[in-house]
Nanobody, 121 residues
Framework: QVQLVESGGGLVQAGGSLRLSCAAS????????MGWFRQAPGKEREFVAT????????DYVDSVKDRFTISRDNAKNTVYLQMNSLKPEDTAVYYC??????????????WGQGTQVTVSS
């Protein structure tokens, strides 16, 4: 089982950037596809981006394509989400989790505490 700690959130103006990090512990990290998800107030948690265990393949929700980039460093057991050109509608709590595959956005296991991203207009 993988334990997850998200960080890097904050308050930023529209058009700004943030880089989220997710530190994972657990022996299966290097073999797990990973994903970022977000939950805005009053809405269900949604898929944002996923990455294969090798880091070669990625997938994004349409609303963040060309603005967000997911990456991973298996040596550091960490997955990242670089967020550029942020919009107020990106405001949410962001979570990471293992997924069954980068194409299958279904999360595995427990959620961490998440990190709050707030984008002001």
């Amino acid at each position: 089982q993988v334990q997850l700690v998200e960080s890097g959130g904050g308050l930023v103006q529209a058009g700004g950037s943030l880089r989220l990090s997710c530190a994972a512990s657990g022996r299966t990290f290097r073999r797990d596809a990973m994903g970022w998800f977000r939950q805005a107030p009053g809405k269900e948690r949604e898929f944002v981006a996923t990455i294969s265990w090798s880091g070669i393949s990625t997938d994004y929700v349409d609303s963040v394509k060309d603005r967000f980039t997911i990456s991973r460093d298996n040596a550091k057991n960490t997955v990242y989400l670089q967020m550029n050109s942020l919009k107020p509608e990106d405001t949410a709590v962001y979570y990471c989790n293992a997924v069954y595959s980068y194409r299958d956005h279904e999360p595995i296991g427990s959620w961490g505490q998440g990190t709050q991203v707030t984008v002001s207009s």
